[in-house]
């Protein structure tokens, strides 16, 4: 099955500083990924995704490339605020019958510091 | 987006008993899922809900001991069966509304197994 992988485990920033947080996945089958925020005590949100027929995509601060050959993924975030402070996760799905089954990374602990 | 509605938000149980938990939705989705998420952990995908027959299970998950059930398009439940402390967990449904959409979370269900 799919085995993802996400480092670092914890990342603390200045604000208005950039993190990057890397993701690797190991089924080619796999082509759709998507990032979660979760805040403390409340549910995953989906902040991002990108599909495997894309290289990247980009909403507002927040950005996410993908090397389908390298089976790598990472998230980017460009000028960062205390509020953008959560566990995000990573995650990839196959198509198919295992559509929307996600298989996700560990999380990295996001901190950022005013 | 999806207005996902579970239930109970938090429980405390005693080891050996079994607890239920509710999954509604505000309209009809494709699919629906149950997710794990030990303490401080990332999620881990328990089962497929698919209406109307039985679910479908992940490696490491079993039906007696996670029954679950789906009788409609907007509803699912979640059955924790014959607990222990192992089981104390975030439970969470997810969902998808269609063929190529995100996936949404339900807030969770925190169970603490004393």
């Known amino acids: 099955g799919e085995n993802v992988e996400q480092h670092p485990s914890t990342l603390s920033v200045q604000e208005g500083d950039s993190a990057v947080i890397k993701c690797t996945y190991s089924d080619s089958a796999s082509n759709y990924f998507p990032w979660y925020k979760q805040e403390l005590g409340k549910r995953p949100q989906l902040i991002i995704d990108i599909r495997s027929n894309v290289g990247e995509k980009k909403d507002q601060r927040i950005a996410v490339t993908l090397n389908k050959t390298a089976k790598h993924f990472s998230l980017h975030i460009t000028e960062t605020q205390p509020e953008d402070s959560a566990v995000y996760f990573c995650?990839?799905?196959?198509?198919?019958?295992?559509?929307?089954?996600?298989?996700f990374g560990q999380g990295t602990i996001l901190t950022v510091h005013p | 987006s999806a207005v996902i509605s579970q239930k109970p938000s938090r429980d405390i149980c005693q080891r050996g008993t079994s607890l239920t938990i509710q999954c509604q939705v505000d309209?009809?989705?494709?699919?629906m899922f149950w997710y794990r998420q030990q303490p401080g952990q990332s999620l881990t995908l328990i089962a497929t809900?698919?209406?109307?027959?039985?679910?479908?299970?992940e490696s490491g998950f079993v039906i007696d001991k996670f029954p679950i059930s789906r009788p409609n398009l907007t509803f699912s439940t979640l059955t924790v069966s014959n607990m222990s402390p192992e089981d104390s967990s975030i439970y969470l449904c997810?969902?998808?509304?269609?063929?190529?959409?995100?996936?949404?979370f339900g807030q969770g269900t925190r169970l603490t197994v004393v």
């Open positions: 809900a698919n209406q109307g027959s039985e679910a479908t299970y």
């Open positions: 995650a990839a799905c196959a198509g198919g019958t295992s559509y929307g089954k996600l298989t």
């Open positions: 997810s969902v998808i509304r269609g063929i190529n959409t995100e996936a949404f």
């Open positions: 309209s009809q989705v494709t699919m």
